[in-house]
């Protein structure tokens, strides 16, 4: 029988991880079958017991399950514990394993397809939410001079930067103060893109030499890249890559080989024009 994947969250028809896997698979020539599983809070955990007894032998979860998924998983990895989210899990025997590689597909992307280095740069990470809590012991863990943390709801962003503070140097504030400080990163880990809006931060954050990273994907030049191109940021991405990195990490922990990223990341790229 062929392996079985899927992808659980709710809405699911957007989500790219069925045509990312089959690429992967094809190019690794594996033989897999991926779907998408449209979830529900009240029967998440059901959901996720059902597919695994009917022959599932891992999920990739998204948006609004990944609090969820970490709470039912058997076994957590560290990355999974430091996020308090779990994002892929993977069966044996019975037992859900959970990890979490939103971060690690972050940094790989920034560091390993864009080239920019992260140490010793100042990063500002832009809310305090799910995305943001993934990203954070990752992006630590690259030894940045800085990262802030600024979030509308500025008790969200001081409590996040406290949840971390053992792993880096690492400050929460809210918008108003970022005024006049330019940072060499800036990474929009809000949802405001989803809704067409642009967070409130000041042109002045973005660095001569500045690299404006938007989380969100596949919606060209968002109200937040648009403002980074206009304040002068010489370099825009947005969070293809990083989907695809999270993605090809989960496929090696389920099927023990790497896929290469590139052409995928490539096929679905949107012009941030
Ligand atoms: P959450 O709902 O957990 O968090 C939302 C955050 O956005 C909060 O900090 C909230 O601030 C802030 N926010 C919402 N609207 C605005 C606005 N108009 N201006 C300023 N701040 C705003 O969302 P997630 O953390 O799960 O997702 C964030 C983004 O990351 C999404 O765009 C998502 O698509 C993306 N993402 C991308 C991934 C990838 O692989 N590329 C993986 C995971 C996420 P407040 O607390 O003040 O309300």
């Known amino acids: 029988m062929t392996d079985r994947y899927a992808v659980i969250g709710n809405p699911i028809e957007q989500s790219k991880s069925p045509q990312i896997h089959a690429q992967f698979a094809r190019m690794c020539g594996q033989q897999i079958d991926y779907v998408r599983i449209l979830g529900d809070a009240a029967s998440f ?114 409590a996040l930067a406290q949840r971390f503070a053992r792993r880096g140097p690492v400050r929460g504030t809210g918008y108003q103060a970022l005024t006049g400080q330019p940072f060499d990163l800036v990474l929009n880990a809000t949802s405001s893109s989803l809704a067409g809006e642009l967070p409130p ?22 109200p937040f890249l648009r403002l980074a191109r206009e304040a002068g940021a010489p370099r825009l991405a947005d969070g293809v890559g990083m989907l695809v990195e999270q993605a090809a990490e989960a496929f090696r922990w389920w099927r023990g080989v790497r896929p290469a990223t590139r052409l995928v990341i490539e096929s679905l790229a949107v012009p941030l024009a």
């Open 45 to 158: 955990a059901a959901t996720v017991r059902q597919f695994r007894d009917h022959g599932g032998r891992g999920l990739n979860v998204t948006a609004p399950f990944k609090l969820q998924a970490f709470e039912l998983a058997d076994e957590a990895s560290e990355a999974a514990r430091q996020a308090g989210a779990v994002n892929a899990m993977k069966f044996e025997g019975s037992r859900i394993l959970g990890e979490n590689f939103d971060g690690t597909g972050l940094v790989q992307d920034i560091q390993g397809n864009l080239g920019r280095s992260l140490a010793g740069r100042r990063v500002l990470v832009l809310g305090a939410g799910g995305a943001a809590r993934g990203i954070l012991a990752p992006i630590l863990g690259e030894r940045p001079a800085e990262a802030v943390i600024a979030n509308r709801d500025e008790d969200k962003a001081r």
């Open 201 to 222: 931060v000041p042109a002045s954050a973005f660095g001569p030499d500045c690299l404006a990273y938007d989380l969100s994907y596949g919606r060209g030049l968002t």
